[in-house]
């Protein structure tokens, strides 16, 4: 990142009392005590192939009986890690990310993981874009397998579980889309498959009723099944 690119974003985030700084390790964003950033290293763990047969995210992604790689749209990227573990199991995954400063972030921190050995394979998978999902899947040159939808709405942000780091992102502004027009937009996309992660007792995204749900302790992911040729 330029100088002049820090500049930008540092103003910008000035009036949230967070900034940027790029260091030896990468690119931070913090507010002075606390910091974040997109480290993948931190994943190498669930990234190993016998863990991965295990993820329920790749359970309710892939398709069966169809070959790798599938083509999967990630239309909440946040920081990436869903997208990560996806790209490891084999699918290649376009992530759109709505904020600048996560993209930016992102951006960081998949380049950084490409230096990798045992990261870049995945990372290699992955395509990031900056801009609002909602938009780009009704504008894609291609049909996704699978759209994957994360969205962090205002009633999950008050969990108690949110680790304190996690504070520095919620002063972010959010995207402005609905639930209904992410689920519409995913729905234009025409994907065999529509995976949605929900809280385990969290209401249906739009309020609408999903072909089946696989359910984990906390984590719930509703899947949509569509007929296409």
Known sequence: MTNEELLRFNTKLAT??????????GLTLTDGELSI????????????????????LVKAARIKG??????????????????????????????????????VLLKDGMERALEIP?????????K???????????KL???PDIVLLDPMFPARQKSALIKKKFQLIQRLE????????????????????????RPLKGPYLADRKPSY????????????VFARN
Do not use: H, W
Request: charged share 25%; net charge negative.
């Open 66 to 103: 169809q070959p790798m790689p599938q083509t999967l749209i990630d239309a909440t990227a946040g920081f990436g890690e869903d997208s990560l573990i996806l790209a490891a199991a084999g699918f290649q995954v376009q992530l759109y990310e709505f904020d600048e400063v996560i993209a």
């Open 174 to 197: 959010s995207p402005c889309s609905t639930e209904e027009q992410l689920l519409d937009a995913a729905v234009a996309a025409d994907p065999k498959r529509i995976v949605i992660k």
């Open 16 to 25: 949230v009392n967070l900034s940027l700084q790029q260091n030896a390790e």
């Open 213 to 224: 749900s696989l359910e984990g302790k906390a984590i719930r992911y509703d899947c949509f």
């Open 141 to 143: 040159d291609f049909k």
């Open 118 to 126: 045992e990261l870049k394979e995945a990372v290699g998978r992955m």
């Open 128 to 138: 990031l874009v900056c801009g609002d999902s909602t938009e780009g899947m009704r």
């Open 37 to 56: 950033m997109v480290d993948f290293r931190e994943m190498l763990p669930r990234l190993k192939q016998s863990n991965l047969q295990r993820e329920m």
